[in-house]
């Protein structure tokens, strides 16, 4: 036995198929305004003349072709620069040295703690 007071299954139905419906226009929409959007973009970037004029070069600072890459090299730059000895002012006497060997130095003089 079940109870006749709940809802008519038949609405449910009508709800899912309406739902189905109305996800199925979405889509169709969805593709439509792609469709239309790609199209008016590869139209943009179509050359209008037979001859394209040479690019002009902006000025200096330009943005960087490639950040990724350029980031690398910085990073092992910075790296390098890090784990080697050169003198920075040899008259003064300052110079720089790797940072595992600054470290070991101040570790031997007991540097205070703050």
């Not at 996800?23 to 790609?38: D, E, K």
């Not at 008016?40 to 000025?59: G, L, N, Y």
């Not at 620069?81 to 003089?109: C, S, T, V």
Request: hydrophobic letters at 40%; aromatic letters at 8%; one cysteine or more.
């Amino acid at each position: 036995m079940h109870e006749t007071t709940d809802m008519n299954p038949k609405y449910a139905v009508y709800f899912v198929v309406g739902l189905s419906i109305v996800l199925l226009l979405t889509c169709i929409g969805l593709w439509w305004m792609f469709r239309t959007l790609v199209g008016r973009q590869q139209r943009a970037e179509s050359p209008t003349f037979a001859v394209q004029p040479e690019r002009v070069v902006p000025p200096e600072p330009r943005l960087e072709v490639n950040p990724t890459t350029d980031y690398g090299e910085t990073l092992a730059r910075e790296e390098d620069m890090l784990r080697q000895y050169e003198w920075i002012d040899r008259q003064k006497g300052i110079a720089r040295i790797p940072i595992e060997r600054a470290m070991d130095i101040l570790a031997q003089e007991k540097a205070p703690s703050r």
